[in-house]
């Protein structure tokens, strides 16, 4: 299970969750953040049939990984849990039950919650996406000091700030570059740009190797 947060706004974070959860296959992308629009809609998928987080009814009973995957929106072959009203605290049984299923990305928003925390400690690793700009790094820096205790993964984007000077200012050692054209874009016809994959596979490699 892998989380991915923004360190800024407008940084590409989703984007680059939606790549990871493509080039990881066969898994759950899930959606937990309230203020970020609905993924569905930043993918084009919007108006496909399927649950959303106001569809899930839990009611403290367990949450089976077929009916989940198989309920959801597909983007580019990959199911999409989006948020259409805040996540509730309570978001354990349907991680558990997406990661039953294989490889689960989470979309998480930079704002600390129940649920954003919740999700965070159940996540093997953390990527956090930062711009290498002054003020940017020190947005960064304040979301990772919000996360629980778990792994971090920083991917930087490229700024005006050297590569060298980023670990000082956010507190972590960068794990990959990520290209700056992230932010613009359009996943909507379900095409993956091969760079982005690229960093993502390598990402992925990171995270699964020893």
């Given at each position: 299970m892998i989380g991915v947060v923004g360190g800024s706004g407008g940084v590409g974070?989703?984007?680059?969750?939606?790549?990871?959860?493509?080039?990881?296959?066969?898994?759950?992308?899930?959606?937990?953040?309230?203020l970020g629009g609905g993924l569905d809609v930043l993918l084009g998928i919007e108006r496909e049939p399927g649950?959303?987080?106001s569809g899930l009814r839990l009611d403290g009973g367990r949450l089976d990984p077929v009916l989940l995957a198989g309920g959801l929106p597909r983007w580019a072959g990959v199911p999409v849990l989006a948020v259409d009203l805040s996540p509730p605290p309570g978001v354990e049984?349907?991680?558990?039950?997406?990661?039953?299923?294989?490889?689960?990305?989470?979309?998480?928003?930079?704002?600390a919650s129940p649920s954003r925390d919740a999700a965070a400690a159940a996540c093997?690793?953390?990527?956090?996406?930062?711009?290498?700009?002054?003020r940017a790094l020190a947005?960064?820096?304040?979301?990772?000091?919000?996360l629980p205790g778990v792994p971090i993964g920083l991917l930087l984007r490229r700024?005006?700030?050297?590569?060298?000077?980023?670990?000082?200012?956010?507190?972590?050692?960068?794990?990959?570059?990520?290209?700056?054209?992230?932010?613009g874009v359009d996943l909507s016809d379900g095409r993956v740009p091969r760079g982005l994959a690229r960093v993502a596979a390598g990402v992925l490699d990171g995270v699964d190797g020893p």
């Open positions: 974070a989703s984007t680059f969750a939606a790549v990871l959860a493509w080039v990881a296959g066969s898994g759950v992308l899930i959606d937990l953040d309230p649950a959303r987080w049984p349907v991680l558990a039950a997406a990661a039953a299923g294989g490889p689960v990305v989470l979309d998480l928003p930079r704002a093997d690793v953390v990527l956090v996406l930062a711009e290498a700009r002054v947005a960064a820096r304040a979301v990772l000091s919000s700024g005006d700030v050297p590569r060298a000077d980023v670990a000082a200012l956010v507190g972590a050692e960068p794990i990959a570059t990520v290209p700056a054209a992230v932010r």
